[in-house]
């Protein structure tokens, strides 16, 4: 769900690029089938295997921003959190729908105000300690009462009033008002034996003792900043164990170094920043025993603008430009935007063009402006947009702020992302245009400046989850820092009465139907304000070794991404190529394709909060 650093998640590096199977029945219509079968990539330095081990390595290019779940918003924090703790419900690969997690059903009150979960009996902590209802329990309460345990996903329990654990199995949440989200909450559920031991939340990054206790199909069993994340199967997974004995997520900075590491077979997969570039896929296109995944993503990519950090105390600070708190001035701005050059000469056609928060993938919640709505691109009428708010030329046509100084606008960027300088570029020749001048300031850690508010605007994206509440709520009042000195769930220091009243409308309507027509009121707000500019939608694409991963699951199957899932099904159902196990069916080194235009995944929220779509746990998997 971030991209500070990548929430999208880190704060994707601000933000960051965030994120939040079926049994052996069903498996062979949800796997990427890869052809050649070979031996099974061999340990490298830092994966730490031993001997035989099969050892599935995946090539990233954002590092950790946190190993705490009450921390982490980075989308390679989050997922390895997917991966190393269960939530009380998830995602099916095939279409999204909720599936049991942690908790095997759930019931509401008739009133909808409480919420009674049945806790599984068959998980175990990765200490031989069993998960219970008390482990859930403290964990919401934890982030209910220690504001530094509420850092990265408080948003969730905001409207909890009480939650409570009656039996082992059996976990109460008894809220305020109705809510929506309760059969989505993406929290991951901690061990409470380990982490009551914790004395600040704020600072404790789970980073110094391994193995880290968790209950999810892997085990983290080491980790070394900017370097790697290593993790063992579970091999008591309740779902059951991995097929892979390890999985190693091994941090590039360069993105060109990634990709040579797939071509000589240094690492299995490489996902890009958080996609590879045209370029990148291009060229290993036809490569022997490469194959390419290229499909519809759940990721925006977006420019936001500094509307002024502040926080919930009312205190401004930072040195965003003051021409910026104009909405005039924002609109113009992104007027001399163009989308679609953006997307054809950046992206290559790997994308769609932008608009709201929620990608088409989600089809119930995709927003699309109304043509007298939309800020099309149009130089001329930013140019006069800019002169009715004031910002006029002087003889050497540059645009002057009211202090009659020039505009120069500093743009955070992402060093590791190729697709930041490209769009950059474009953006210093057509604010040119109108006057202005552009400084691209391109850092390997954008997260403090942001914090901080020391830009002008920066490249933003997350990841979107089936259930948007998330990347919704980091943009309301709630979610700014308490003080200037701490950190907050914002994404931007957005805070509109308008908005935040949509958000609290959205949050207690169960009609899947009304709900979603609230979010894309949501999504216009932010679009008429112009504090975010989605320029596009990115396909995921990414690319593994057949010789080393037989079959994966994409989510959605049909065509979805493999790095960065709603879920563990990719790495959880990944076969290596000598296990002699025909999940996947055999086919020549090629490109997998996603099919943008014909494949939509219905995630609407009768869906979503059709709890109890079948009646025991064997029907459900």
Sequence with gaps: MNRHDQHGSGRTAHRPWRTRLLAAAGAGALLLASGAVAPSVAAKEGDGGDGGDKVLTVAVAQSVDSLSPFLAVRLLSTSIHRLTYEYLTNY????????????????????????TYTIRSDSKWSDGEQATAEDAAWTFNTMMTDPGAATANGSFVGNFAEVTAPSPTQLVIRLKKPQATMTALDVPIVPKHVWEKVDDFSKFNNDKDFPVVGNGPFVLTDYKPDSYVRLKANKDFWRGAPKFDELVFRYYKDQDAAVAALRKGEVSFVAGSPSLTPAQADSLKGEENIRVNDAPGRRFYALATNPG?????????????????DQRVRNALFMAVDRKAIVDKVFQGHAVEGAGYIPPRFSSYFFEPSGEQELAYDPAKAAQLLDEAGYRTDSDGKRLGKDGKPLDYRILCHATDPNDKAVGKYLQEWWGELGISVTLNCLDNVTDPWLAGKYDLAFDGWSVNPDPDFVLSIHTCAALPATPKDTGATDNFICDKKYDDLYARQLGEYDAGKRAAIVKQMQSRLYDTGYMNVMAYPNAVEAYRTDQIESITTMPSAAGNIYGQDGYWSWWSAVPADSGDSSGSSSSTGTVIGIAAGVVVLVGLGVLFAVRRRASADDRE
């Design 92 to 115: 099916d690969a095939k279409d999204n729908h909720v599936i049991p997690g942690l908790a095997t059903e759930w019931k509401s009150s008739p009133d909808k105000l409480t919420w």
């Design 309 to 325: 950090a502040r926080a919930k105390d009312g205190t401004r600070f930072g040195d965003g430009d003051p021409s910026l708190l």
